[in-house]
């Protein structure tokens, strides 16, 4: 059994940055396919951004490409979110996800408990 646990959420003004982490435990951390997704208000969670367990394969949500980047620390047991260039729609609460297969599916294996993102205008 994995444990997610998300950090580094907060209030940020447009335009500015923040950098979430998810600090894994109670499995074998280079075994999973690591993710990030988000659910605003009112909206249904959406995918944000994946790596693969090597670190080699990233996928990101177009709305998102070119602005945040994924990563991972193996050594560490830790995913990494960097947002820059951050814009009210991306307003949401941010989920670190963590799947067994290759590919991050819309359902994966585990769940984080979420960190609130709130960027005003």
């Known amino acids: 059994q994995v444990q997610l646990v998300e950090s580094g959420g907060g209030l940020v003004q447009a335009g500015g940055s923040l950098r979430l982490s998810c600090a894994a435990s109670g499995g074998t951390f280079n075994s999973y396919t690591m993710g990030w997704f988000r659910q605003a208000p009112g909206k249904e969670r959406e995918f944000v951004a994946s790596k693969s367990r090597n670190g080699l394969v990233t996928r990101y949500a177009s709305s998102v490409k070119g602005r945040f980047t994924v990563s991972r620390d193996n050594a560490k047991n830790t995913a990494y979110l960097q947002m820059n260039s951050l814009k009210p729609e991306d307003t949401a609460v941010y989920y670190c996800?963590?799947?067994?297969?290759?590919?991050?599916?819309?359902?994966?294996?585990?769940w984080g408990q979420g960190t609130q993102v709130t960027v005003s205008s």
């Open positions: 996800a963590a799947e067994t297969t290759a590919i991050m599916s819309n359902q994966p294996d585990y």
